[in-house]
């Protein structure tokens, strides 16, 4: 069974950065396109960033040129690199496959911003 485990998340003031880490084990993760979502309280979650499987990027309007996604696959584990956060970015942050999200989705890390 794949399990998905995030970390890397915290509590940092606007205009901050963090660097969020997502491993997956029990999967070769190298085959598979992988994407970071976030949820913010009272709100459905929504998608952040996908990065393939040969390393193509695309990210939300609301990240881009603040945030870059990446991969390890070595490691198998994909990377969120979020810089001059801003408190909209609050939320709780989780990786899956994409385009299906086949994977359970794990715990998640949480992101705060705070003014």
């Known amino acids: 069974q794949v399990r998905l485990v995030e970390s890397g998340g915290g509590q940092v003031q606007a205009g901050g950065s963090l660097r969020l880490s997502c491993a997956a084990s029990g999967v070769n993760f190298s085959p598979y396109s992988m994407a970071w979502y976030r949820q913010a309280p009272g709100k459905e979650r929504e998608w952040v960033a996908t990065i393939t499987t040969q390393g193509f990027t695309n990210y939300r309007d609301s990240v881009k040129g603040r945030f870059t996604i990446s991969r390890d696959n070595a490691k198998s584990t994909v990377y969120l690199r979020m810089s001059n956060l801003k408190p909209e970015d609050s939320g709780i942050y989780y990786c899956?496959?994409?385009?299906?999200?086949?994977?359970?989705w794990g715990q998640g890390t949480q992101v705060t911003v705070s003014s």
């Open positions: 899956n496959e994409v385009p299906s999200g086949r994977w359970v």
